[in-house]
């Protein structure tokens, strides 16, 4: 069973940039997974930012194109997420998750009912 744990929230001014990481480890293959970036605001819904499937290519919902950049180190079992550019929208709880890469994944790769496994989430907290 995987565990992931992900790291690099925080603070920061509206236009900085945060890299989030999410460390996977245990019964995983790391480079064979389907992964994404989740995140959570208060009294919202949770919605997918980005993902990224066991070749590399990246999905991500039209309204972050060109301010997140979703990447995995396979020799590190790390996933990583890259936000410049960030807005007070932007705060909210990150979680990053995992799947099988079945074919409803590639559908469905950014929202959350397509994941198996989650962390337990960072703080992102934009301010203006």
């Known amino acids: 069973q995987v565990q992931l744990v992900e790291s690099g929230g925080g603070s920061v001014e509206a236009g900085g940039s945060l890299r989030l990481s999410c460390a996977a480890s245990?019964?995983?293959?790391?480079?064979?997974?389907?992964m994404g970036w989740f995140r959570q605001a208060p009294g919202k819904e949770r919605e997918g930012v980005a993902a990224?499937?066991?070749?590399?290519?990246?999905f991500y919902p039209d309204s972050l194109k060109g301010r997140f950049t979703i990447s995995k180190d396979n020799g590190k079992n790390t996933l990583y997420l890259q936000m410049d550019n960030l807005r007070p929208e932007d705060t909210a709880v990150y979680y990053c998750?995992?799947?099988?890469?079945?074919?409803?994944?590639?559908?469905?790769?950014?929202?959350?009912?397509?994941?198996?496994?989650w962390g337990q989430g960072t703080q992102v907290t934009v301010s203006s």
């Open positions: 998750a995992s799947a099988i890469c079945t074919p409803a994944w590639y559908i469905s790769s950014l929202n959350p009912s397509a994941s198996t496994a």
């Open positions: 245990g019964h995983t293959s790391f480079s064979t997974m389907c």
């Open positions: 990224i499937e066991r070749g590399g290519r990246a």
